[in-house]
């Protein structure tokens, strides 16, 4: 069984292949610059929220940590901590 149309050789598709080392520096160059534009958002809303959530924890605090509120504090000082933990380095620029 041959194949309708026969495979390149392996000389011709490496020749056929852009520069490796062009290559890999547009590929370094493009997570930067999209993860830049994608990271500033998201830091500056977890930067707010940490600032936030304390509000809405405080009032759970004052009321008494019973055993059905205490998952809502947790959940909610877990949000408050990753939210410090992405938003530190907010306005730092």
């Given at each position: 069984?041959?194949?309708?149309?026969?495979?390149?050789?392996?000389?011709?598709?490496?020749?056929?292949?852009?520069?490796?080392?062009?290559?890999?520096?547009?590929?370094?160059?493009?997570?930067?610059?999209?993860?830049?534009?994608?990271?500033?958002?998201?830091?500056?809303?977890?930067?707010?929220?940490?600032i936030a959530l304390p509000?809405?924890?405080?009032?759970?605090?004052?009321?008494?940590?019973?055993?059905?509120?205490?998952?809502?504090?947790?959940?909610?000082?877990?949000?408050?901590?990753?939210?410090?933990?992405?938003?530190?380095?907010?306005?730092?620029?």
């Amino acid at each position: 069984m041959t194949p309708s149309t026969p495979l390149p050789s392996v000389a011709a598709v490496r020749d056929a292949m852009p520069d490796p080392t062009s290559l890999k520096a547009t590929l370094r160059a493009l997570p930067v610059t999209g993860r830049t534009a994608a990271v500033a958002p998201v830091r500056a809303a977890a930067f707010y929220v940490a600032i936030a959530l304390p509000l809405v924890y405080l009032p759970l605090l004052a009321g008494g940590v019973t055993a059905d509120r205490f998952a809502i504090l947790l959940g909610l000082l877990l949000a408050n901590a990753a939210a410090l933990v992405l938003g530190h380095d907010y306005g730092t620029n």
